[in-house]
């Protein structure tokens, strides 16, 4: 199966039923990309599919062939992507479990909605289990990156 990841084209030898997630962690080393339930309702999974968030646990690796897949590895190699710098500068990692999917949510909310209100926040995050409850600061550091993201396009 042929698969784009991260703007690298990929073969694996998988079944095409093997779930995503299985294929990103045990086939190709890229253990960003967390397994939390299996069904598909916590998020630890997220990653982007053509630049939509879909969770990987359930989905088979065989509805990503010809789809530009995005795991929090390719977001970029030193956390530098505007939303890391700010889920660092905001201090929203605790157990830090659920962030790669947080994070891979948040970025894609900002690419659609570059100026998020609470609401929107709240709307498109809470699907994201974070069991250490750092929601708060999820807000904040997701206000930052969208206002710094803001201030980079009018440079």
């Not at 897949?69 to 939303?83: A, F, K, N, Y």
């Not at 995050?125 to 999820?138: A, D, E, F, H």
Request: charged content about 25%.
């Amino acid at each position: 199966m042929k698969l784009k990841i991260n703007g690298e084209d990929r073969e694996v030898a998988v079944n095409p039923e093997t779930p995503m997630l299985w294929v990103l962690r045990d086939v190709l080393g890229m253990t960003g990309t967390k397994f939390g339930c299996g069904m598909a309702q916590c998020g630890s999974c997220t990653v982007h599919m053509d630049g939509k968030p879909v969770r990987t646990c359930v989905l088979p690796a065989s509805m990503f062939e010809g789809k530009a897949v995005t795991t929090i590895e390719g977001l970029s190699t030193d956390r530098s992507h505007p939303v890391q710098k700010a889920w660092i500068a905001e201090e929203v990692p605790q157990c830090g479990y659920c962030q790669s999917g947080q994070i891979m949510t948040a970025v894609a909310l900002i690419a659609k909605i570059p100026e998020p209100t609470d609401e929107d926040i709240d709307r498109e995050m809470s699907p994201i289990l974070c069991r250490c409850g750092t929601y708060q600061r999820i807000k904040r550091a997701i206000h930052r990156a969208a206002r710094e993201m803001k201030e980079a396009k009018s440079e």
